[in-house]
């Protein structure tokens, strides 16, 4: 689903552990990180979108956590030439995302990779909030940073009971 400017509509997952650290995972058979994300498919809203996404690549269910938040508007970033591509004749430039704040209020056990045809991780970390933003692609850390500002106070409210 590419919009009239060429970006791809996509839901971003923050999620937390219980000390307040966040999910990383490592790209299949790669050394790049990143937070969960995936596209919207036909007549999805953001919210089943994440909840889809949350299942296909790291195996939580909605009752594995529970939403804190998440960002007011679409986040964008810029694809680089090389990663752009067509879509149903459309090409897409970039992804515009809606990000989501979660916290694990299971198990991490649960966390799996094998709820998909085709698994985008093999490796995951709990990290502190500044993590992310220093081993992000590039292309991303604008949009990782923009995220990170306005979901991270989320849980420094709850840590100071606000």
Known sequence: ???NDGYRKNV???LCNSQNKLLICKRLGEESWQFPQGGFEENENAESAMFRE??????LKKNDVLILGETKSWLKYDLPKK???KTNNRLCIGQKQ????????TDDSN????NSKRPEFDSWQWV?????IEIVINFKRDVYKKALEELIPII???????
Do not use: A, C, T
């Open 1 to 3: 689903m590419i919009d």
């Open 12 to 14: 971003g997952i923050v």
């Open 54 to 59: 949350l299942f296909e690549e790291i195996g």
């Open 83 to 85: 990663y752009q591509r």
């Open 98 to 105: 809606k990000w989501f704040l979660l916290r694990l209020i």
């Open 111 to 114: 966390i799996s990779f094998l």
């Open 128 to 132: 502190e909030d500044k993590k992310p």
């Open 156 to 162: 420094k409210n709850q840590i100071n009971g606000l």
